[in-house]
């Protein structure tokens, strides 16, 4: 079975930073395109960035542009979002997700196929 898991969300006042991992089993890693998604209470799950199969091409919202950074490490079947410069609008449960093949840098959540279990971050101001 595919899994996604994300975690190293928390609790961290405006202006700090949060990393949050992806990890996953189940299907080859370094083929899909992966992505951050989050959701903040009372609104629709949007898109924060996503990545290559390679890690060459990312894509991000333009919101946490020049905040956020996503990376892989391919060889550690792991993705990861570095959050700098948080905001409380920030806030949110994240999820990761990844695309079921090396398909388009989007931001759409309905292109990604697999889903991981979200992680919260909170932002206080």
């Known amino acids: 079975d595919v899994q996604l898991q994300a975690s190293g969300g928390g609790l961290v006042q405006a202006g700090g930073s949060l990393r949050l991992s992806c990890a996953s089993s189940g299907f080859t890693f370094a083929a899909p395109v992966i992505g951050w998604f989050r959701q903040a209470p009372g609104k629709e799950r949007e898109g924060v960035s996503s990545i290559s199969s390679d890690g060459r091409a990312k894509h991000y919202l333009d919101s946490v542009n020049g905040r956020f950074t996503i990376f892989r490490d391919n060889a550690k079947n792991t993705a990861y979002l570095q959050m700098n410069s948080l905001k409380p609008e920030d806030t949110g449960v994240y999820y990761c997700?990844?695309?079921?093949?090396?398909?388009?840098?989007?931001?759409?959540?309905?292109?990604?196929?697999?889903w991981g279990q979200g992680t919260l971050v909170t932002v206080s101001s």
């Open positions: 997700a990844a695309q079921r093949g090396a398909g388009p840098l989007t931001l759409r959540t309905a292109l990604y196929t697999y």
